[in-house]
C-alpha cells in the first residue's frame, strides 16, 4: 500500500494538503495586512502598540517586582539580573483571584494589595504581565475590558489596573512610591529570554508562543507605526500583532468544519491551524471523514475518534503502539501507517504557517540580515517545545524558506522564567 500517494490525493482533494500553502505570497499578504494595522486601516492583525521599548541593556544587580496573572495562577516574585542570568526569590504562586470564588473589584484589589506589600519593601518598579483583554494606555497602565479564562470578578469593567493597584497600597498605608509596567505575556516573553553576552549581536527581537494558542510580537520602527499620530516619530516599539486572529490564510475543508464546530466560528483562524487546542482537531475532522471514506479498515473506530489536543497527538507520535485513545482506534498496521502519514502533512502544514508568520515579522523589521547578528526569537509554549516532531519541522521550513529563500537568519531561544523574567525587564527598562 502506498501510504503517501493516499492520504495526499485524499488532502489535496479537500485543499488540505500542505503543497497548497505559498509561503511566499502567504508572507506578503501577512506584512500587507501588518502594515495596514501600523496605519490603523482596516486589517485582520490588530498591530497593538504597546508603548514599550526593548532598547537598551537591562541593569544587572538592580531588582524588580514581577507579577504573572494568567487564567489560573498568579505569581509573584523578585528578579534581579546578573551576568549570570536571573535571580528570583520571595516567589509566590496561588490562584489567579476570582478562580475559585466570584470576587468584587474592591475584594480584588484587596488581595493584591496583600500579596505585594510585603514585596513593595523590597523594590519599587513592577512589571505586571496581565493576560486578559485590557487597552495599553502611553503611561504604561491598561483599562481592563474584561477578566475571562474562568476569572470572575464583579465591576472591574475600565478598571486602571496599575493606578487602582497603586491607590490601593497607599490606603493601606505603603509609602513607598511605586511605578507598574503593564505588558501581555507575548510581549514578556520577547523580553525574557537571556540577554545577548558581550560578544553577541542580534538584528531584530521577536517574542512568539505556540502553545494552547499562539501570538507574537516583535520590535517595530516608530516611524512605521502611523496610527500613532505626532510624539511617535522616532525610537522604536514592541509591538502586540494579535497574529492568532490573522485570516488571510486559505482553509481547507477539515479547517472550515472544525471552526464551524468551535465555540468561536470565524474567530482566531490562524491560531486554528497551529496551536495546541485547534490543530488537533483539525487532524480529527480530516481522519475522521477519510474512514468515512473507507480508508482506514472496517474493523477501525477512527470514524468515532474523540475529541483531541495536541497532547493526544503527541502521545501517538510517540507511541503509535502504545496504549493511547488514537493508537486505540487503529485496529491494524496499515490504519497505524495511514494515521501517522495524516498526522504527518498536517503537522508540515501547520510548520509551512509558523514559518510564514516568523518570515513575515522578519520582512516587516528587516531583521537577521547578517548571519553573524541574527534575530533573536524567543519561543514559549508546550506545543512548540513538546509535540513530537513540530519544532523540527519548523526549523526545517524556517531554514529552507528563511535562510535559503529569503536570506535572512534567526535564532531560536527560551529560557528559565521567561514571563516573570520579561516582566521584571519591562520595568527595569521603561518604569
Known amino acids: 500500500m502506498d501510504y503517501r500517494a493516499i492520504v495526499d490525493s485524499f488532502l489535496r482533494k479537500y ?9 511566499a505570497a502567504l508572507t506578503a499578504t501577512f506584512v500587507s495586512e501588518m502594515k495596514a494595522g501600523l496605519a490603523g486601516e482596516p486589517s485582520s492583525l490588530m498591530m497593538i502598540p504597546t508603548y514599550l521599548s526593548a532598547d537598551g541593556a537591562i541593569p544587572l544587580g538592580e531588582t524588580a517586582i514581577a507579577i504573572d496573572a494568567g487564567g489560573t495562577n498568579l505569581r509573584t516574585a523578585l528578579v534581579t539580573f546578573t551576568e549570570s542570568g536571573i535571580e528570583v526569590s520571595d516567589f509566590t504562586k496561588r490562584p489567579m483571584p476570582g478562580t475559585t470564588k466570584t470576587l468584587t473589584k474592591e475584594e480584588f484589589l484587596a488581595e493584591m494589595v496583600s500579596y505585594l506589600k510585603p514585596l513593595v519593601r523590597k523594590a519599587s518598579k513592577i512589571g ?3 493576560s486578559f483583554p485590557a487597552e495599553v494606555q502611553p503611561n504604561h497602565d491598561a483599562k481592563v475590558i474584561m477578566f475571562c ?3 470572575n470578578i464583579t465591576g472591574a469593567e475600565n478598571m486602571m489596573i496599575c493606578a487602582e493597584i497603586a491607590q490601593a497600597l497607599k490606603a493601606e498605608g505603603v509609602d513607598t512610591p511605586v511605578s507598574f509596567v503593564l505588558l501581555n505575556d507575548t510581549v514578556a516573553t520577547l523580553l525574557g529570554g537571556p540577554n545577548p553576552g558581550p560578544g553577541e549581536r542580534m538584528d531584530g527581537q521577536i517574542g512568539f508562543i505556540l502553545g494552547t494558542g499562539t501570538n507574537t510580537a516583535y520590535v517595530e520602527r516608530c516611524a512605521n507605526i502611523k496610527k500613532l499620530g505626532a510624539g511617535f516619530e522616532t525610537g522604536n516599539m514592541i509591538i502586540n500583532t494579535e497574529s492568532g486572529i490573522f485570516d488571510k490564510v486559505p482553509m481547507g475543508e477539515f479547517d472550515r468544519r472544525m ?15 497551529i496551536s495546541g487546542v485547534y490543530l488537533g482537531l483539525v487532524i480529527r475532522q480530516t481522519v475522521m471523514e477519510a474512514a468515512r471514506q473507507g480508508l482506514f479498515s472496517a474493523e477501525s473506530s477512527v470514524v468515532n475518534l474523540p475529541e483531541i489536543s495536541m497532547v493526544e497527538v503527541d502521545a501517538f507520535l510517540r507511541q503509535p503502539y502504545g496504549d493511547n485513545v488514537i493508537a486505540n482506534c487503529c485496529a491494524s498496521d496499515d490504519d497505524r501507517e495511514l494515521m501517522y502519514t495524516f498526522i504527518d502533512r498536517a503537522l508540515d502544514r501547520g510548520a509551512k504557517l509558523v514559518t510564514v508568520n516568523m518570515a513575515a515579522l522578519m520582512e ?8 553573524s547578528a541574527p534575530c533573536r526569537i524567543v519561543v514559549e509554549g508546550s506545543t512548540f517545545h513538546k509535540c513530537f516532531s513540530y519544532r523540527e519541522r519548523i526549523e526545517r521550513y524556517m531554514k529552507a524558506y528563511v535562510n535559503e529563500t529569503l ?3 534567526y535564532l531560536f531561544t527560551s529560557g528559565d522564567d521567561v514571563n516573570l523574567a ?5 520595568a527595569l527598562l521603561n518604569a
Open 149 to 151: 479564562k474562568e476569572v
Open 259 to 273: 471552526d464551524a464546530a468551535s465555540a468561536n466560528p470565524n474567530d482566531h483562524i490562524f491560531e486554528k491551524m
Open 364 to 371: 516587516q523589521m528587516d531583521g537577521g540580515k547578517r548571519m
Open 128 to 130: 505586571f504581565c496581565f
Open 422 to 426: 520579561g516582566s521584571a525587564g519591562a
Open 15 to 23: 485543499d488540505q494538503h500542505p503543497d497548497a500553502i505559498d509561503m
Open 407 to 409: 536570506g535572512r537568519y
